[in-house]
């Protein structure tokens, strides 16, 4: 019996190692955009009451309305990519 050179031998324990860890990395990246997607949830819902505020005063600022309903609709669109991503990525 011949012996592998060490440098083999560590390469394939890290593919391995790599190879059994997968699914822990795949949980990982898909909690993580489901926090992202979490993050995006609370800030829609804030700048919707926000925005309910806004239209309830007074005096109506319709540029900075309008800058906040462009944050909405930019939000929601990434929201929906994320979703897109995750179903691609883990069907």
């Known amino acids: 019996m011949k012996l592998k050179p060490f440098k083999e031998i560590i390469a394939m324990s890290k593919e391995k190692l790599a ?45 900075a309305l309008l800058d906040k309903l462009d944050k909405v609709g930019l939000l929601e669109r990434r929201q929906k990519q994320y979703q897109k991503v995750l179903s691609e990525l883990f069907p």
Do not use: G, Y
């Open 19 to 63: 190879e059994s860890l997968a699914p822990i990395r795949a949980r990982k990246v898909r909690s993580q955009a489901e926090l992202e997607m979490a993050k995006l949830d609370d800030e829609l819902i804030r700048l919707e009451a926000d925005i309910q505020e806004q239209c309830a005063k007074e005096e109506i600022n319709f540029p």
